[in-house]
């Protein structure tokens, strides 16, 4: 499993719209969305599709959008680290995920961490500046030299680029999904062959269910192939000539 989290600098600075930018185009990913300051001990993960779905929340953008599963972790912050283990062993293994929200690297190691900054500095608080030092990229889109040479400070390591995460697209944002689709493609594979051992039977697969993976997971049909022919598994009964 690889996690990848987005953090930003403040409240509304893009980072679920860049979530779900992202999930349209990466497909079968998996998503967590985290609330904190609930009374008590929070109600934990919630798995619900019906609570879930229901319009106009994050979790429903990112069904919409393709991920799946998508989880809610209702909790606070005494909690949050167990409530989040707690959903990541709800996952398939293998599963590639993102997690939006800065509190996430107190208790994780992502794989890969991206980071949104715009022109609200003087809003920014403490946790975002240890999540902006984590970065691998840092989205800096108001283009600010001043804004920019403070991040240099925290970061130098950082890639910058240089895109709205709200209207996501240009020449930048294609960097990004490539950086991701590196970081993610490894566990796929992995993911790939854990299903193709799944569902094959004495070392034979049928094309159906062949194909049927290559959907489920939304990965090209070769994928699945490469992963029979690794574990010398046949595929049998070929309908479209796919594999």
Known sequence: MKIVTISGACKDVGKTNLAVS?????????????????????????TDPEIL?????DTSKFLKAGA???????????????????????????????????????????AFAVFIMNSCWDRVKPSAIEAMARANVIIEYSKNKDIRTKIF???????????DPNKAGGEDFKLLLEDLRNVWREDMEERIQQVVREMSREGKISCHNARKIAEELAV????????ADELKVKIFQCELGCF
């Not at 090209?220 to 992963?227: D, E, L, S």
């Open 22 to 46: 992202i999930i349209k185009r990466i497909k079968g990913l998996a998503a967590l969305k985290y609330s904190l300051h609930y009374p008590g001990n929070g109600t934990g993960v919630i």
């Open 68 to 110: 799946n599963p998508v989880f809610w972790v209702c909790t606070n912050g005494g909690q949050l680290e167990l409530d989040l283990k707690k959903a990541l062993s709800l996952l398939p293994p293998g599963s590639n995920v993102i997690i939006e929200g800065n509190s996430v690297l107190n208790y994780l190691k992502p």
């Open 153 to 163: 400070n925290i970061n130098a390591g950082a890639r910058m680029l240089t895109f």
């Open 53 to 57: 779905d229901k319009h106009g929340t």
């Open 220 to 227: 090209p049909y070769h994928m699945v192939g490469k992963a």
